[in-house]
Every structure is written in structure tokens, then in C-alpha cells.
């Protein structure tokens, strides 16, 4: 069974420049959800999204992020503009089991921001 | 808010040798906890899962223990391995959906 794939794997870009991840879940994971990592620290939950619907965003700066997961699959993390304080890595992550809720990450995207 | 605190920020051991890593939280009403393991510039690797009702997990040298009412567990590593060496990432959940997690414990396990 695949994993969770996402693309790219590393990116850089100016700063004030938009840049867009994008994540492909576990087949039949209905859950998605984006965290962001900064470097010495565990990863921070950004959206979940069920299905299409983004259920939980509160944690997105929604000024300059946005996402979207269209027909409840593949989702897209965008960054517009860009800043120097937002170089990280952005990982995806989705579960199945609407009991355990257990969690399969991705291997991220490498964002640097010059 | 949930606080994930993991002891100690890093951890250097000889091979054979067993280990524990420690995770404690702040709110004890937890849904589920997770330990993860992440490599040098890679994602996320789910190691064991303890739903709420569970004392422990157990995955072939791994073993994690749940003690809720203390907010603490326990991740233990018997007979370590130079390929273990990793970050291992405890994380809490506390409805079952977004994961808090801790920074980490870094392990070297020298041949």
C-alpha cells in the first residue's frame, strides 16, 4: 500500500513569492491533515480537513495561507507571499480508522524562503 | 492548552544497551498518545498508538506504557541498535483528531 505522498519534496523561493504544496493521502483516507515544522520542534497542526470540508483551521494564518482539498482527496497547502519566518517543513499526514485515529505522515516538503 | 514536555532532549547511548524516553502532558483527558520516529529529513514514522483505555503497546523491541492520571508514559527500547537512532516524537491527542506534540527526544546509539 502506498503511503502518503507529497510533492515537492524541496522547495526555494523569494520572499513576497506565492508557493503551493501538495499532498496525495493514504487511498480511502477520508482525514487529511497539514502540520508545520519548524526546526527543533514537533510539527504544529495547520488545517483537517474530512472529506472536503476543512473542519478545524483555526490555526492557519489565513492572510497569506489557504487550502483546499477538492473531491475529498488530494489537498493543496498554498503560501501568498511569502515570508522569510515561514521556512519549514510543511508534512501531511491522514488516518482511516474513525476509532484509533491513527495517524501516517508523509515525508514533507523543505520550504526555504531567501 | 495541551503541553507535551519529552526528557531528555537527547540521548546518546552504546549499542545493547536499553533505554527509556520520557513524555509527560498537561491534560490528562486524553483521546489516544502516539510515539513517532523522524530521520534526518524525513517524515513522520508511527511507531505504537495507546488509545485512552490502554496501559501499553508493545512492537517487537518497543514497548509504551499510558499512565493518564500521572500524564506521563514511557517510551522503552531494549537492546538498542545503531539504526535506531533517530528523533522520537511523542504526541497527544485530545479529541482524537489534531496531535500535540512534544520537541522530541534525539537518540545516537553508538556501535
Known amino acids: 500500500e502506498a503511503g502518503v505522498v507529497q510533492s515537492p519534496r524541496y522547495k526555494i523561493i523569494e520572499k513576497k513569492q506565492p508557493v503551493a504544496f501538495w499532498c496525495n493521502p493514504i487511498?480511502?483516507?477520508?482525514?487529511l491533515y497539514w502540520y508545520l515544522q519548524n526546526l527543533g520542534q514537533g510539527p504544529e497542526l495547520l488545517i483537517r480537513?474530512?472529506?472536503?470540508?476543512?473542519?478545524?483551521d483555526s490555526q492557519l494564518p489565513k492572510d497569506r495561507f489557504s487550502a483546499e482539498r477538492l473531491k475529498g482527496v488530494d489537498s493543496t497547502l498554498k503560501i501568498q507571499p511569502a515570508e522569510l519566518g515561514d521556512s519549514a517543513v510543511y508534512l501531511c499526514?491522514?488516518?482511516?480508522?474513525?476509532?484509533?485515529?491513527?495517524?501516517?505522515f508523509g515525508p514533507g516538503t523543505r520550504l526555504t524562503v531567501t | 492548552k495541551q503541553e507535551v514536555t519529552q526528557i531528555p532532549a537527547a540521548l546518546s547511548v552504546p549499542e545493547g544497551e536499553n533505554l527509556v524516553l520520557n513524555c509527560s502532558f498537561t491534560?490528562?483527558?486524553?483521546?489516544?498518545l502516539q510515539w513517532f520516529r523522524q530521520d534526518p529529513g524525513k517524515g513522520l514514522t508511527s511507531l505504537l498508538l495507546?488509545?485512552?483505555?490502554?496501559r501499553e503497546q508493545t512492537s517487537g523491541r518497543l514497548n509504551a506504557s499510558l499512565d493518564k492520571s500521572s500524564g506521563r508514559s514511557t517510551l522503552y527500547i531494549a537492546a538498542s541498535q545503531p539504526g535506531d537512532s533517530a528523533t522520537y516524537l511523542c504526541?497527544?491527542?485530545?479529541?482524537?483528531?489534531?496531535?500535540?506534540f512534544g520537541k522530541g527526544t534525539s537518540l545516537l546509539v553508538t556501535p
Open positions: 480537513y474530512e472529506n472536503e470540508e476543512a473542519v478545524d
Open positions: 504526541a497527544v491527542s485530545n479529541s482524537g483528531y489534531a496531535l500535540n
Open positions: 495507546i488509545q485512552s483505555s490502554q
Open positions: 491534560d490528562s483527558a486524553i483521546y489516544n
Open positions: 499526514a491522514s488516518s482511516l480508522d474513525p476509532g484509533s485515529h491513527e495517524q501516517y
Open positions: 487511498s480511502g483516507h477520508n482525514t
